[in-house]
């Protein structure tokens, strides 16, 4: 089994950055893609961005050029380095491993 705990949220202002941590416990998370999916209330969950097991990594096109996603296999540990933050990417955003688990979630208000 999986465990996956979510931090970094907060609120920022538009053209701000912030940086999501998903910490893993119970599995490595250089031995399956690990996704960052985002939802806002009364929305579907959307993807946001994957890390495969090689590193190769994919956006949304909504966040191209702006989200990173990256890992620290030595921590355990799946980023979301997110730049120039707008007020569409205000959600609550949770951490997935495919080894079948899910993030409690982490709330990203942009705002003035």
Do not use: H
Not at 21 to 31: F, I, M, N
Not at 75 to 80: P, S
Not at 89 to 100: G, I, K, L, M, N
């Amino acid at each position: 089994q999986v465990q996956l705990v979510e931090s970094g949220g907060g609120l920022v202002q538009p053209g701000g950055s912030l940086r999501l941590t998903c910490a893993a416990s119970g599995r490595l998370v250089k031995d399956n893609a690990m996704s960052w999916y985002r939802q806002v209330p009364g929305k579907q969950r959307e993807l946001v961005a994957t890390i495969t097991r090689a590193g190769g990594t994919s956006y949304a096109d909504s966040v191209k050029g702006r989200f990173t996603i990256s890992r620290d296999n030595a921590k355990n540990t799946v980023y979301l380095q997110m730049n120039s933050l707008k007020p569409e990417d205000t959600a609550v955003y949770y951490c997935y491993s495919f080894f079948d688990a899910w993030g409690q979630g982490t709330q990203v208000t942009v705002s003035s």
